[in-house]
């Protein structure tokens, strides 16, 4: 991994709330965040993809013409237009690790902002923005604003309060994606083109969870530059905080998860991270450029699968112009740098591929390496377990080796379509394991388990237990917490009849 750079550490903008103290994103040891600020040195920047991206696009891409007769009053008028147009892709988050129970919770139709913050009152919570994906209700954020909260909600410009589940998340990559029970929501869409230093820039969000209940903040600056790294945030968080866009656009602490547009309204990047302002400085926002490989990312949490990493188990520094000449390359033979082998472990990929320390990798899997952070997101990228190239450069002489990297160990934070949950009446539900063990008894064709219960639970007097499996509720099949959150939504809560899985089925009730 690339070696941290100088600064303290630079806390992101999901934001955890209480009755009296404002404190940092949840874990954080930043006590009144928002009211000291923080200075972060971004002295190791990556230049990977955003290189390609800092050529100017052709005229004909820009469509907000201007002219002579092009004022100030059009470009407000514009800005207007843009933001009254996405505001209604864009969402407040409320999330809690705290038990909230209770049917009003889980319906969309029984709860308003206004009952939402009374609920919330007594607990800490984590604020935080989104955007919609897709109009069936999937909505994308960072998973720090989720990551282990069992109770999530969201608002939208137009005041309506949803409960939302998680469908997957990358704690690598700070991506999540949430789904609600709600359809024809306004999509938020993805800019064609290439992020430009110098364009402006849309923020729309939840800044200090103040659009709780509705009507998004709205600040506009311009890219200020691309390929930054946080790399100190990146060692601190376990996750890979680089070739970022950083903004001048206001970003505060609830802005995290939400969208920063161009200025014809697209999605140019997730906000994620921020310097927060303080006397010398008027705070410096960052955020997740929209590149194919987030799309992608973006579209396999969608679907529940889990996104994989590779590696191949070394540590790597950006080689110095000594250290490129010393290792045989020749100004301007490879690129412009390359990365240095530091050291390798045992038995690991590149230890079978025979890299060694002292190394200078300058071409991975077909592309000059720039740098070893570069290094570092390609090796990740790569397919896993497939054959690869690596040119080196060892002692004066190329080598071409060939690797495969290995799957990088997931996160047990990690939700995919098998670790979804979902808390209702005292009960945790889940998905069946995929290998779980039914003593001889055959295995229901769908179903839910119950992770867990509460001794308070309605149901345990009907004999509902740990491992018990819901097949039915309110008389329709349910086999994952997708199918569990549409049917609460649209059922009476004295509807919600479940039936379990028994060699004499039992159909238990509440509300009766």
Same mark, same amino acid.
């Given at each position: 991994?690339?070696?941290?750079?100088?600064?303290?550490?630079?806390?992101?903008?999901?934001?955890?709330?209480?009755?009296?103290?404002?404190?940092?994103?949840?874990?954080?040891?930043?006590?009144?965040?928002?009211?000291?600020?923080?200075?972060?040195?971004?002295?190791?920047?990556?230049?990977?993809?955003?290189?390609?991206?800092?050529?100017?696009?052709?005229?004909?891409?820009?469509?907000?013409?201007?002219?002579?007769?092009?004022? #100030? /009053?059009?470009?407000?008028?514009?800005?207007?237009?843009? +933001?009254?147009?996405?505001?209604? *892709? =864009?969402?407040?988050? @409320? %999330?809690?690790?705290?038990?909230?129970?209770?049917?009003?919770?889980?319906?969309?139709?029984?709860?308003?902002?206004?009952?939402?913050?009374?609920?919330?009152?007594?607990?800490?919570?984590?604020?935080?923005?989104?955007?919609?994906?897709?109009?069936?209700?999937?909505?994308?954020?960072?998973?720090?604003?989720?990551?282990?909260?069992?109770?999530?909600?969201?608002?939208?410009?137009?005041?309506?309060?949803?409960?939302?589940?998680?469908?997957?998340?990358?704690?690598?990559?700070?991506?999540?994606?949430?789904?609600?029970?709600?359809?024809?929501?306004?999509?938020?869409?993805?800019?064609?083109?290439?992020?430009?230093?110098?364009?402006?820039? #849309? /923020?729309?969000?939840?800044?200090?969870?103040?659009?709780? +209940?509705?009507?998004?903040?709205? *600040? =506009?600056?311009?890219? @200020? %530059?691309?390929?930054?790294?946080?790399?100190?945030?990146?060692?601190?968080?376990?996750?890979?905080?680089?070739?970022?866009?950083?903004?001048?656009?206001?970003?505060?602490?609830?802005?995290?998860?939400?969208?920063?547009?161009?200025?014809?309204?697209?999605?140019?990047?997730?906000?994620?991270?921020?310097?927060?302002?303080?006397?010398?400085?008027?705070?410096?926002?960052?955020?997740?450029?929209?590149?194919?490989?987030?799309?992608?990312?973006?579209?396999?949490?969608?679907?529940?699968?889990?996104?994989?990493?590779?590696?191949?188990?070394?540590?790597?520094?950006?080689?110095?112009?000594?250290?490129?000449?010393?290792?045989?390359?020749?100004?301007?033979?490879?690129?412009?740098?390359?990365?240095?082998?530091?050291?390798?472990?045992?038995?690991?990929?590149?230890?079978?591929?025979?890299?060694?320390?002292?190394?200078?990798?300058?071409?991975?899997?077909?592309?000059?390496?720039?740098?070893?952070?570069?290094?570092?997101?390609?090796?990740?990228?790569?397919?896993?377990?497939?054959?690869?190239?690596?040119?080196?450069?060892?002692?004066?002489?190329?080598?071409?080796?060939?690797?495969?990297?290995?799957?990088?160990?997931?996160?047990?934070?990690?939700?995919?379509?098998?670790?979804?949950?979902?808390?209702?009446?005292?009960?945790?539900?889940?998905?069946?394991?995929?290998?779980?063990?039914?003593?001889?008894?055959?295995?229901?064709?769908?179903?839910?388990?119950?992770?867990?219960?509460?001794?308070?639970?309605?149901?345990?007097?009907?004999?509902v237990a740990q491992g018990s499996i819901i097949t039915t509720i309110a008389g329709k099949a349910v086999s994952d917490v997708l199918q569990l959150q549409r049917i609460l939504n649209d059922t009476a809560p004295n509807a919600c009849k479940i039936q379990l899985n028994k060699p004499r089925s039992a159909m238990v009730s509440i509300g009766e």
């Amino acid at each position: 991994m690339p070696s941290p750079g100088d600064g303290l550490f630079l806390r992101l903008p999901g934001l955890c709330m209480s009755v009296r103290i404002l404190r940092g994103a949840r874990g954080s040891t930043v006590a009144l965040l928002g009211f000291s600020g923080l200075l972060f040195s971004c002295n190791s920047l990556g230049l990977s993809s955003s290189r390609s991206a800092r050529a100017a696009a052709p005229p004909d891409a820009r469509k907000l013409a201007l002219d002579d007769n092009f004022g #100030i /009053a059009d470009l407000e008028q514009h800005f207007e237009e843009v +933001a009254q147009r996405v505001s209604a *892709s =864009v969402v407040a988050i @409320s %999330a809690t690790d705290a038990k909230v129970d209770g049917d009003e919770a889980l319906r969309s139709d029984r709860i308003n902002p206004e009952k939402l913050a009374a609920m919330l009152d007594p607990v800490d919570r984590t604020v935080g923005t989104g955007f919609v994906v897709d109009s069936d209700g999937y909505i994308v954020t960072n998973d720090h604003v989720i990551a282990n909260c069992d109770n999530i909600w969201v608002t939208t410009d137009t005041h309506r309060v949803y409960p939302a589940v998680v469908v997957g998340t990358d704690p690598r990559s700070d991506l999540a994606v949430l789904k609600i029970p709600a359809s024809h929501l306004t999509v938020a869409k993805f800019a064609p083109n290439l992020v430009r230093r110098g364009q402006w820039t #849309i /923020a729309i969000g939840n800044p200090y969870g103040l659009a709780g +209940a509705g009507e998004m903040a709205v *600040s =506009v600056g311009i890219v @200020s %530059a691309l390929g930054r790294s946080l790399p100190k945030l990146s060692t601190k968080e376990d996750r890979l905080y680089c070739d970022l866009i950083q903004t001048t656009a206001q970003i505060n602490p609830g802005n995290s998860g939400g969208p920063l547009f161009d200025v014809q309204g697209n999605v140019i990047g997730i906000n994620a991270a921020v310097i927060l302002p303080q006397k010398q400085t008027n705070g410096i926002g960052f955020a997740i450029p929209i590149t194919p490989r987030v799309r992608q990312i973006i579209a396999d949490l969608k679907e529940g699968r889990e996104v994989k990493y590779g590696r191949l188990g070394v540590r790597v520094v950006s080689a110095t112009p000594q250290e490129l000449r010393d290792a045989g390359l020749g100004d301007g033979n490879i690129g412009e740098g390359g990365a240095r082998v530091e050291s390798v472990e045992s038995n690991s990929p590149a230890a079978k591929a025979k890299l060694l320390p002292g190394d200078i990798i300058a071409k991975f899997n077909g592309q000059d390496i720039v740098d070893s952070e570069q290094f570092v997101r390609l090796v990740g990228e790569a397919p896993v377990e497939h054959r690869l190239t690596a040119v080196v450069y060892r002692k004066g002489k190329q080598l071409k080796l060939h690797l495969a990297t290995a799957p990088r160990p997931a996160p047990q934070a990690a939700i995919t379509r098998e670790s979804q949950r979902f808390r209702w009446c005292g009960m945790l539900l889940g998905p069946i394991p995929r290998h779980w063990d039914f003593a001889g008894s055959p295995r229901p064709n769908g179903g839910l388990m119950v992770v867990a219960i509460d001794p308070q639970s309605p149901f345990i007097k009907e004999g509902v237990a740990q491992g018990s499996i819901i097949t039915t509720i309110a008389g329709k099949a349910v086999s994952d917490v997708l199918q569990l959150q549409r049917i609460l939504n649209d059922t009476a809560p004295n509807a919600c009849k479940i039936q379990l899985n028994k060699p004499r089925s039992a159909m238990v009730s509440i509300g009766e």
